[in-house]
Protein backbone atom coordinates (compact mmCIF):
# COMPACT_ATOMS: atom_id res chain seq x y z
CA UNK A 1 0.00 0.00 0.00
CA UNK A 2 1.51 3.45 -0.58
CA UNK A 3 0.78 5.87 1.99
CA UNK A 4 1.39 9.07 2.94
CA UNK A 5 4.51 9.85 4.63
CA UNK A 6 4.25 11.34 7.99
CA UNK A 7 6.68 11.95 11.16
CA UNK A 8 5.28 9.87 14.24
CA UNK A 9 5.20 13.05 16.53
CA UNK A 10 3.38 14.82 14.56
CA UNK A 11 0.60 12.02 13.84
CA UNK A 12 -0.02 11.74 17.90
CA UNK A 13 -0.55 15.28 18.47
CA UNK A 14 -3.17 15.36 15.12
CA UNK A 15 -4.58 12.12 16.95
CA UNK A 16 -5.09 13.97 20.22
CA UNK A 17 -6.35 17.21 18.73
CA UNK A 18 -8.60 15.07 16.31
CA UNK A 19 -10.92 14.23 19.46
CA UNK A 20 -14.76 15.49 19.21
CA UNK A 21 -15.49 16.99 22.51
CA UNK A 22 -18.62 16.16 24.04
CA UNK A 23 -20.79 18.28 22.45
CA UNK A 24 -20.33 16.19 19.37
CA UNK A 25 -21.51 13.23 21.10
CA UNK A 26 -23.42 10.49 19.02
CA UNK A 27 -25.88 8.14 20.10
CA UNK A 28 -26.60 4.44 18.53
CA UNK A 29 -28.48 1.76 19.40
CA UNK A 30 -26.76 -0.81 20.93
CA UNK A 31 -23.88 1.07 22.62
CA UNK A 32 -24.35 2.13 25.68
CA UNK A 33 -22.31 5.12 25.47
CA UNK A 34 -21.74 7.98 23.77
CA UNK A 35 -19.52 7.91 21.00
CA UNK A 36 -17.43 10.73 19.38
CA UNK A 37 -14.56 11.50 16.18
CA UNK A 38 -11.44 10.60 15.72
CA UNK A 39 -10.90 12.73 12.35
CA UNK A 40 -13.79 13.70 10.38
CA UNK A 41 -16.30 11.63 7.66
CA UNK A 42 -16.54 12.80 4.87
CA UNK A 43 -20.60 12.13 5.62
CA UNK A 44 -22.19 9.62 7.96
CA UNK A 45 -25.43 8.63 8.85
CA UNK A 46 -26.96 6.82 12.48
CA UNK A 47 -30.35 5.05 12.04
CA UNK A 48 -31.56 3.42 14.97
CA UNK A 49 -28.68 0.56 14.93
CA UNK A 50 -27.27 1.22 12.20
CA UNK A 51 -23.89 3.55 11.11
CA UNK A 52 -22.76 4.16 7.77
CA UNK A 53 -19.58 6.46 7.53
CA UNK A 54 -18.10 7.54 4.31
CA UNK A 55 -14.34 7.85 4.29
CA UNK A 56 -12.76 10.59 1.69
CA UNK A 57 -10.13 9.85 -0.25
CA UNK A 58 -6.74 9.15 0.81
CA UNK A 59 -7.65 8.22 4.19
CA UNK A 60 -5.95 5.15 6.16
CA UNK A 61 -5.02 4.00 9.50
CA UNK A 62 -1.45 2.00 9.65
CA UNK A 63 1.87 1.99 10.30
CA UNK A 64 4.36 -0.14 7.67
CA UNK A 65 6.31 -2.36 9.49
CA UNK A 66 9.59 -0.69 7.82
CA UNK A 67 9.02 2.05 9.25
CA UNK A 68 9.44 4.11 6.22
CA UNK A 69 5.59 5.71 6.73
CA UNK A 70 2.48 6.02 8.56
CA UNK A 71 -0.74 7.81 8.02
CA UNK A 72 -3.46 8.35 10.51
CA UNK A 73 -6.44 10.19 8.51
CA UNK A 74 -9.21 7.41 8.46
CA UNK A 75 -12.41 8.65 10.25
CA UNK A 76 -13.18 6.75 13.14
CA UNK A 77 -15.90 6.89 15.53
CA UNK A 78 -15.39 5.90 18.86
CA UNK A 79 -16.69 4.94 22.48
CA UNK A 80 -14.86 3.88 25.96
CA UNK A 81 -15.67 0.41 26.41
CA UNK A 82 -16.66 -1.15 29.89
CA UNK A 83 -13.39 -3.11 31.25
CA UNK A 84 -14.13 -6.56 29.47
CA UNK A 85 -17.07 -6.54 26.87
CA UNK A 86 -18.31 -8.44 23.28
CA UNK A 87 -18.70 -6.16 20.27
CA UNK A 88 -20.30 -7.64 17.54
CA UNK A 89 -21.66 -5.79 13.92
CA UNK A 90 -22.69 -7.04 10.17
CA UNK A 91 -19.88 -4.84 7.74
CA UNK A 92 -20.85 -3.87 4.45
CA UNK A 93 -18.49 -1.70 2.45
CA UNK A 94 -19.25 -0.20 -1.34
CA UNK A 95 -16.07 -1.85 -2.88
CA UNK A 96 -14.37 0.15 -5.57
CA UNK A 97 -10.81 0.74 -4.98
CA UNK A 98 -8.30 -1.39 -3.44
CA UNK A 99 -7.60 -1.02 0.10
CA UNK A 100 -11.53 0.34 0.15
CA UNK A 101 -12.60 -0.95 3.65
CA UNK A 102 -14.83 -0.80 6.89
CA UNK A 103 -12.96 -1.93 10.60
CA UNK A 104 -13.83 -2.04 13.75
CA UNK A 105 -10.89 -0.31 16.02
CA UNK A 106 -9.03 -0.84 19.56
CA UNK A 107 -7.98 2.73 19.82
CA UNK A 108 -5.18 3.51 22.65
CA UNK A 109 -3.16 6.08 20.41
CA UNK A 110 -1.99 6.48 16.88
CA UNK A 111 0.82 4.05 17.60
CA UNK A 112 -0.88 1.72 19.18
CA UNK A 113 -3.73 0.38 18.37
CA UNK A 114 -6.10 -3.33 16.77
CA UNK A 115 -7.54 -2.89 13.25
CA UNK A 116 -10.03 -5.30 12.52
CA UNK A 117 -10.41 -4.54 8.64
CA UNK A 118 -12.78 -5.88 5.85
CA UNK A 119 -10.94 -4.93 3.14
CA UNK A 120 -10.63 -4.82 -1.01
CA UNK A 121 -6.95 -6.55 -0.97
CA UNK A 122 -4.84 -5.82 -3.51
CA UNK A 123 -5.09 -9.80 -4.73
CA UNK A 124 -8.31 -8.64 -5.98
CA UNK A 125 -10.41 -10.35 -3.24
CA UNK A 126 -12.41 -9.30 -0.26
CA UNK A 127 -10.23 -10.22 2.43
CA UNK A 128 -10.66 -10.14 6.57
CA UNK A 129 -7.87 -8.79 7.55
CA UNK A 130 -6.04 -7.73 10.94
CA UNK A 131 -3.26 -5.88 12.41
CA UNK A 132 -1.79 -4.79 15.50
CA UNK A 133 -0.01 -1.89 15.74
CA UNK A 134 2.69 -1.46 18.69
CA UNK A 135 4.51 1.83 16.86
CA UNK A 136 4.80 -0.64 13.78
CA UNK A 137 1.54 -2.94 12.29
CA UNK A 138 1.96 -6.23 11.63
CA UNK A 139 -0.26 -6.87 8.56
CA UNK A 140 -2.23 -10.14 7.88
CA UNK A 141 -4.46 -11.33 5.62
CA UNK A 142 -6.78 -14.06 7.36
CA UNK A 143 -9.56 -14.83 5.07
CA UNK A 144 -11.74 -13.76 1.98
CA UNK A 145 -15.11 -13.76 0.76
CA UNK A 146 -16.99 -13.31 -2.34
CA UNK A 147 -19.88 -10.84 -0.72
CA UNK A 148 -19.79 -7.63 0.19
CA UNK A 149 -20.44 -8.02 3.53
CA UNK A 150 -19.80 -9.94 6.03
CA UNK A 151 -20.02 -10.27 10.28
CA UNK A 152 -17.54 -8.84 12.94
CA UNK A 153 -16.84 -9.83 16.37
CA UNK A 154 -14.58 -8.12 19.06
CA UNK A 155 -14.25 -9.46 22.09
CA UNK A 156 -12.23 -8.30 25.14
CA UNK A 157 -11.01 -10.63 28.98
CA UNK A 158 -8.50 -8.68 30.35
CA UNK A 159 -5.35 -8.04 28.16
CA UNK A 160 -6.67 -10.97 25.55
CA UNK A 161 -8.54 -9.66 22.50
CA UNK A 162 -10.08 -11.94 20.32
CA UNK A 163 -11.45 -11.52 16.94
CA UNK A 164 -13.90 -13.47 14.91
CA UNK A 165 -15.76 -13.40 11.79
CA UNK A 166 -19.40 -15.06 10.40
CA UNK A 167 -20.52 -14.78 6.71
CA UNK A 168 -23.83 -14.98 7.74
CA UNK A 169 -23.82 -14.34 11.70
CA UNK A 170 -23.94 -17.92 12.77
CA UNK A 171 -21.06 -20.26 12.39
CA UNK A 172 -17.84 -18.03 13.68
CA UNK A 173 -13.97 -18.45 13.10
CA UNK A 174 -11.54 -17.21 15.50
CA UNK A 175 -9.22 -14.20 13.27
CA UNK A 176 -6.75 -13.81 16.11
CA UNK A 177 -6.44 -13.71 19.45
CA UNK A 178 -4.15 -11.04 20.74
CA UNK A 179 -2.70 -9.99 24.21
CA UNK A 180 -2.31 -6.40 24.37
CA UNK A 181 -1.58 -4.09 26.87
CA UNK A 182 -2.53 -0.48 26.22
CA UNK A 183 -0.61 2.20 27.11
CA UNK A 184 -3.19 4.92 27.44
CA UNK A 185 -7.05 3.95 28.01
CA UNK A 186 -8.65 2.62 24.89
CA UNK A 187 -12.06 3.44 22.67
CA UNK A 188 -13.41 1.41 20.59
CA UNK A 189 -14.34 2.79 16.99
CA UNK A 190 -15.97 1.98 13.71
CA UNK A 191 -14.64 3.05 10.70
CA UNK A 192 -14.29 3.70 6.80
CA UNK A 193 -11.40 4.12 4.60
CA UNK A 194 -10.27 4.55 0.78
CA UNK A 195 -6.07 5.36 0.22
CA UNK A 196 -6.57 5.41 -3.41
CA UNK A 197 -9.95 5.70 -4.02
CA UNK A 198 -12.89 8.60 -4.30
CA UNK A 199 -14.23 7.69 -1.24
CA UNK A 200 -15.66 4.43 0.41
CA UNK A 201 -18.64 4.01 2.38
CA UNK A 202 -19.35 0.96 5.12
CA UNK A 203 -22.39 0.62 6.86
CA UNK A 204 -22.30 -1.09 10.43
CA UNK A 205 -25.68 -2.71 11.36
CA UNK A 206 -26.99 -5.23 13.73
CA UNK A 207 -24.57 -3.66 16.18
CA UNK A 208 -24.54 -5.29 19.72
CA UNK A 209 -22.68 -4.50 22.83
CA UNK A 210 -22.57 -6.81 25.98
CA UNK A 211 -20.48 -6.23 28.84
CA UNK A 212 -18.24 -8.77 30.38
CA UNK A 213 -15.66 -11.33 29.44
CA UNK A 214 -15.83 -13.93 26.60
CA UNK A 215 -15.97 -17.38 27.49
CA UNK A 216 -15.55 -19.38 24.14
CA UNK A 217 -11.90 -18.92 22.39
CA UNK A 218 -13.39 -20.46 18.87
CA UNK A 219 -16.25 -18.36 18.33
CA UNK A 220 -15.78 -15.14 20.90
CA UNK A 221 -19.00 -15.87 22.45
CA UNK A 222 -20.12 -15.51 26.53
Not at 52 to 80: C, E, H, M, Q, R
Amino acid sequence: MKKKFLVLGSLILAFCSAMATPADSIRIKGIPYPCSWINTPQNFNVAGDSLTITAANGSDFYNYPGGNYNIATAPILTFKPDENFVLTAKIRVDFKKTYDGGAIYVMADSTQYIKFLFENSHYGKFAVCSGVTNTYTDDSNNATTIKNEVYFRLAKSGNMFGLFYSPEGKTWEAIRLVNFVPKAPIRIGFSSQSPLGENCTSVFSEITYTPGTFKDAKTGGM
